[in-house]
Each structure stands twice: as C-alpha cells, then as structure tokens.
C-alpha cells in the first residue's frame, strides 16, 4: 500500500501508546467504502481483499505499526486520569492530494491495553450513525472526522441486547485531543507535554515552528490562542445547523479544531436553546446553547496543561498549577471573540452583517420568535428567503406544511423590521437570498433518517438508503427536486428524542 505509511505519531516516545497486534475477525465483509475520499486518500488501487484486510485490521502491512493512544478526560466534569483507546487503533498516515497527511483510525477493533473491563467492539449501528453524520458535517463545511469505510464484522455485540458489530474506519488530521495533554499534565510529565505541544505544532500550526521575535515559551501561548481560535468557529459552525454535539468532554476535543465522535449527538428541529438529545446527558450539561460554556471550560483545562510548560515549575509534583499571565489574557478574551464569530455566522443565517445592538436585537428575536411557536431551526431560517424570492418558487412548496409559522401576528411584525433593515444594506434581494442560502442549509441529517437508514441496514443489509441521503446532503444548500421529505422535521410518530453512546 504504497500510501499508507507508518504514523508520525509512534515517532513520540513508547508512553504516548501501546503497539498492537493484528485482530480477529474471520467472518468481517466491507460493508461501505466511500470511493470520493479514497481518490483524495490516494488509496484507488487498492483491491478488494486489501480493502478489507488492512482496514478490519487483520492484515498488516510492511513497515506499519498500530497503535492505542494513551489520554486521559474531563467527562461530564469528573476527571479519568487513564482512557486511552479502549476500542480502536490508529494505523497510519496517508498523504491526501493536497500533501497534507492525514490519519487512519479502526474504530470497533477489539480489545487494547485501554480497554479496562471493555470490549473493544463497536456496533455497527453505531458505525453507520458516525458514517451517516461526519459526511454529512463534512458536506456542510463544517470540520470533522471522516468516514473511510465501513466494516461488518460478522460478530455479535452484547449491548442491551445482541447486536451486529462494526468497523469505523475514520480520518483525521491527527486523534491528539486536550485529553492527551492532560494525560501527561496528570502525571506532571512536562517533558512529555513540551514534546506532544511541539509534535502538534508541526502537525497543525507549522507556523509556529520557528515564531520570530518570540521566547522559547511564547509559541505555546500563541499555540493555545491558534486552538481557541480554531474550536471557536468550529463550535459557531456547530450552532449554525442546529448540531448538539452530546458528548463534549475534553477527550473528544480534537486539537486539530475537528468534529470528533458522533455517538449520542443530534440536529436540533423544534428550536430549543436547551435542547438535550443525548441520553446520557441527564443534566443537560451539553445542551445546545451550553456548548459555549463547555468550550471555555475546556480551554480552560487545556491552559493548565500547557501552563506547565510555560511555568516550568521546579517542583513539578506541586498539587496547584498556576496559569501565567499571558493564557489567563487568552481566556478573558474568549467571551469577546466567541461573541464577534458567533454573531458574524448568525447575522449570516438572517442576511445582516451585526452592526449594533438594534441588529442584535433583532437576530435575538428571531430565536425568541421559533422557540415561542416550536418551529424547525433548519426550514425557520431556510425559508426566510422564500419572504423576499418570488412565491411558488419550487423550494417555496417544501415549507406548505410549516408555512404557518410565517403569518404569526407577531412573525409578521418581525419581517417587517427584518425587511427595513436589510434594504439599508448594499445587496439586492439576489443576492442577498444566494448568501442566505449559503448559510443556511436544506438538508442535514435528521435523527429520524439516520435511524430510520440504519434500521435497514441492520435487518436486511439494504444501503439503498444510506447512499440515498448521503447522495442528497452531499449538496446540502441546493434544492433537490424530488426528494422533499427528506427537508422536512419527523412527523410525531418519527421524533427520535435520544440518542445513544455506541460502548
């Protein structure tokens, strides 16, 4: 496999991870293999039984070592000094066609030194869910892991009850998460944390490498602000198509600034700021307008991380970390800088660019206005175009359904202010409705599709869905003639209103 290299990550020293051998899976069968991001991956030649071997791990090629990463994580606010991969393998590298490497990760591939009383296995629903999601994130624009295939490994995982298992075969800039770093920051292993700082600074912010002007320690300031920056718009991106991530604890925030896990995650339909999809999230800790918060707080524990390298402590067992100066600057100024991308991605989704606080004002009651009258986040902001366009365009027949939303008394007062305001701006109603539709998709990936596809799958091994709607979010702002259901929210009978980690 000409393309496949051994990972620039097993180059870091023997206590970043635990090599691994090659797995069993005699009765595995390639379920998916998602050709568009293998032409990218440089990996078309591969042949069938390469595909499966190498990818179900069974087979390993010259020259590649796999490996379980070690980290640790903050999950729901309690502290795990010790996860690492309990159920997947990182592979290698591969080289994309715009040079930048990328890394192969086994999802669902058995048991690792991590997996404490786990079974390394991961479902093959659960497979299909993060499929179905991260390429549809992808085709929205939004960073994320992706989807390389899918492996049926023709075993049985016992969950709640006896399910089919699976293999994700997963791509990302790099797996190296704020977890990692707390790993090592647990164990105060400074040089450890300077030297993951300095593999993730080559690997992401190259810039970095050789900061002029700047002392030793300076470019792990700037390389905590260049992070910040970076899960900030991800985070903004998140919020702009309703996504609630579910499970944001720090081992799931990549440092590359990537979605990473798309276990108990969702697409918001009714709008609801403190929507919570995720059946483990009990308290709501992740809800949709928390995601902020959640971000800053871990940002917060990454600093402390990297406050280790900075400071440099002489006694490096000392039980209190202290923040410099120059990362406590950093994090006052994460409220502002959330604030000024948050409003840009949302004045976006309403044609406005915020100039003061009467447009804030009015983008704020919009919000106010679909949760008051439980409307689609999605179609609420899709179909504000369809107030300038001419009517009975053919995207304007999707909305017939929810089109009472718009002749509310007091949405009608809300549209007029609206429509005042923007034909100040320097656009006309063309070109304001192409970047509204640009902003603001048609398609995602609803809960009830995703289930619904998956249930398929499972039962009779049909993908004619899958591939369906994956067909038709690869476009995700364009009308799709035909295929107007898949627009529209879940009919009561359909609302999925949990979703569920695969382990």
């Not at 990302?172 to 030297?195: C, K, M, N, P, Q």
């Amino acid at each position: 496999m000409a393309n496949l290299k051994s990972a620039a990550y097993i180059q870091l020293p023997e206590r970043f991870y635990q090599k691994l051998s090659a797995t069993q899976l005699p009765n595995a069968q390639l379920l998916f293999w998602n050709a568009s991001l293998a032409k990218q991956l440089q990996l078309n030649e591969l042949s069938e039984e390469q595909k499966l071997g190498v990818f179900s791990g069974q087979t390993i090629p010259p020259g590649i070592t796999p490996v379980a990463q070690a980290y640790a994580g903050h999950q729901f606010g309690s502290f795990t000094a010790q996860l690492g991969d309990g159920r997947a393998r990182l592979l290698g590298d591969v080289e994309n066609l715009s040079g930048e490497l990328q890394e192969v990760h086994l999802k669902g591939s058995g048991v690792t030194p991590f997996s404490r009383r786990g079974d390394g296995l991961a479902t093959l629903s659960s497979v299909l869910r993060e499929l179905m999601v991260s390429e549809g994130m992808h085709s929205l624009g939004i960073p994320t892991s992706r989807t390389l295939a899918v492996i049926k490994t023709g075993e049985i995982v016992q969950r709640e009850s006896e399910l089919p298992g699976g293999v994700l075969v997963r791509v990302a800039a790099s797996h190296v998460r704020i977890g990692t770093f707390e790993y090592f920051a647990a164990r105060r292993d400074v040089e450890a944390l300077r030297t993951l700082a300095n593999f993730v600074i080559v690997r992401h912010y190259p810039h970095l490498v050789n900061p002029t002007d700047k002392s030793a320690t300076e470019k792990y300031v700037l390389l905590f602000e260049q992070i910040m920056q970076k899960q900030i718009k991800l985070i903004c991106q998140w919020m702009r198509v309703g996504f609630i991530h579910g499970v944001m604890n720090t081992d799931n925030t990549f440092v590359s600034g990537e979605t990473l896990d798309y276990g108990p995650c969702a697409f918001m339909e009714a709008y609801d700021p403190l929507m919570v999809l995720s059946s483990i999230d009990h308290g709501g800790r992740y809800a949709y307008a928390r995601q902020p918060q959640i971000l800053h707080w871990n940002l917060q524990s990454l600093a402390y991380c990297l406050a280790l390298i900075i400071n440099n402590p002489a006694n490096s067992n000392a039980q209190e970390i202290q923040l410099p100066e120059s990362l406590v600057n950093r994090l006052e100024n994460f409220d502002s800088q959330f604030t000024l991308q948050w409003q840009k991605v949302m004045g976006e989704k309403i044609g406005l660019r915020i100039s003061s606080q009467e447009d804030l004002t009015l983008l704020n009651g919009y919000f106010d206005l679909l949760q008051k009258h439980k409307m689609d986040f999605t179609l609420g902001f899709r179909q504000l175009n369809n107030q300038l366009a001419k009517p009975g365009t053919n995207e304007s027949t999707v909305l017939q359904n929810n089109s009472l939303f718009f002749e509310h008394v007091d949405v009608q007062g809300w549209l007029t202010q609206w429509k005042q305001r923007i034909t100040q701006q320097d656009k006309t109603n063309h070109e304001l409705t192409k970047s509204m539709d640009a902003a603001n998709p048609l398609f995602i990936p609803r809960n009830h599709l995703v289930e619904k596809a998956i249930g398929k799958v499972v039962e009779s091994g049909d993908l004619s869905l899958v591939e369906e709607l994956l067909g038709v979010w690869r476009n995700p702002y364009e009308f799709h003639s035909g295929k107007q259901a898949w627009s529209l929210p879940a009919t009561e009978n359909e609302k999925v209103t949990a979703t569920f980690c695969g382990t």
